[in-house]
């Protein structure tokens, strides 16, 4: 059974860091990319990251792009988001997720078959 599971989030001034982790489990993911995706209240899950299965390539969403940094420990099973020069906007829960098939890179959630339970990022002003 496919387990992630977030941990990181809490409560930041605006222009703060935090660091978001992932931990997967019950099979190997090594020939998977993984993803990052947040929701804020009363909006749609959106793209944040993602990672290619060697860690070798990422791809980011416009609003994050130069702030955050997805990394990943493909021995450990564990994939990481640096998140820097935090703003307001990034309020929100954020997600890891597995795409269904292995090397696919997507930013869609209809191609994501597992989610982790969410850890949610509070940026203040």
């Known amino acids: 059974q496919v387990q992630l599971v977030e941990s990181g989030g809490g409560l930041v001034q605006a222009g703060g860091s935090l660091r978001l982790s992932c931990a997967a489990s019950?099979?190997?993911?090594?020939?998977?990319?993984m993803d990052w995706f947040r929701q804020a209240p009363g909006k749609e899950r959106e793209f944040v990251a993602a990672?290619?299965?060697?860690?070798?390539?990422?791809y980011y969403a416009d609003a994050v792009k130069g702030r955050f940094t997805i990394s990943r420990d493909i021995g450990d099973n564990t994939m990481h988001l640096q998140m820097d020069s935090l703003k307001p906007e990034d309020t929100a829960v954020y997600y890891c997720?597995?795409?269904?098939?292995?090397?696919?890179?997507?930013?869609?959630?209809?191609?994501?078959?597992?989610w982790g339970g969410g850890t949610l990022v509070t940026v203040s002003s």
């Open positions: 997720a597995l795409p269904r098939a292995q090397y696919l890179i997507t930013r869609s959630t209809r191609d994501m078959d597992y």
């Open positions: 019950g099979r190997t993911f090594r020939n998977f990319a």
């Open positions: 990672i290619a299965w060697n860690g070798l390539t990422t």
